[in-house]
């Protein structure tokens, strides 16, 4: 059965790259959207024939619960929103998916776990690199030792904020969590994670503010290095004032790498084997798929909710680091 899936939240990520991705999706498609604002239900409606009793506000959202149309809830809310949504999404029985970052910290994440948990609902992260041929293939090179053990790991996300929007939600800490350590950054944290196979145990992290004016509330470049049980040391970085994209993995045999590495389109990779090269891929239709694909056989998802709770662990450690002068702190 294809799955109808409804998106809450009709910003950036739902109009400029689910919504498009749903149109190209095999195991599921754009039933339904949840949004606070009229113009855009009536805009969405026509442009993605999308029935009028199948679009929301967040007012009536509850009553989802009578639709059979939507089998998946997707949360593509700012980030506070994210728990409460998520929530009433498994308590209306739907499956869901949530954006990254998971939740504002680990206590919420383990709260929307234990809610689809008792729902008997499954819970996925917005996690869309791991149904990229490019990261998979750094999964396989980093975690089958394929030039053998990581010597050294390095991976950098961030984009320049540009002069305006200042009261963006992502600027706000109560709304956000944090700046490009929780957007940007996490993305650096997965990469280290799902390279090595395995979890840090410990980080030490710095950070730089050169636009104070512009992030009074929030983290701008964090520079920051997970400890791995090895002994490996991952330096990451995450910014809101810098255009980094990269990963990079040097092993006992050689080097793996991947830049720009975290984009939706024009990954380019690098091993001592040669170039990393793979045909054009819709990420987002490819995650959306796979989640598809667990609802209906009933196979666990390999991005559920875990995995943004483990990520969220290790930011918070980060930040426990920052807030004592660069101490290392414990995961
Ligand atoms: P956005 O600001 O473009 O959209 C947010 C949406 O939430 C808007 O439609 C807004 O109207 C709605 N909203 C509802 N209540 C709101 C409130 N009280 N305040 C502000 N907005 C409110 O943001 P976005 O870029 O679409 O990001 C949404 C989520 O998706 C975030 O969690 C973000 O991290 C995630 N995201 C993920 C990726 C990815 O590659 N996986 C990319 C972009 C964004």
Known sequence: KKLGIALVGLGGYSSGQLAPALQQAQHCYLAGIVTGTPAKATEWAQKYNIPQKNIYNYENFD???NNPD???VYVVLP???HKEYTIRAAQAGKHVI????MALNVADCQEMINACKKANRMLSIGYRLHFDPYHQEVMRLGQKQVLGALTAFEAANGFKWGNGNFDAWRLKKAMAGGGGLMDMGVYTIQAARYTTGKEPIAVTARQEKLRPDVFKEVDETVYFELEFPDGLKAK?????NNNWSSLKATTQKGSFGLDPG???NGIKGQSTLGP???PPMNQQAAQMDDFAQCVNSGKATRVPGEEGLKDMKVVEAI???LANGGKRELV
């Open 98 to 101: 949530c954006e990254k970052p």
């Open 79 to 81: 980030v506070s929103m």
């Open 276 to 278: 990393i090269s793979y």
């Open 262 to 264: 975290f984009p939706y």
């Open 236 to 240: 990451c970085q995450s910014s809101y």
């Open 70 to 72: 939507i089998d998946i």
């Open 63 to 65: 009553s989802i619960k």
């Open 319 to 321: 930040y426990r680091s």
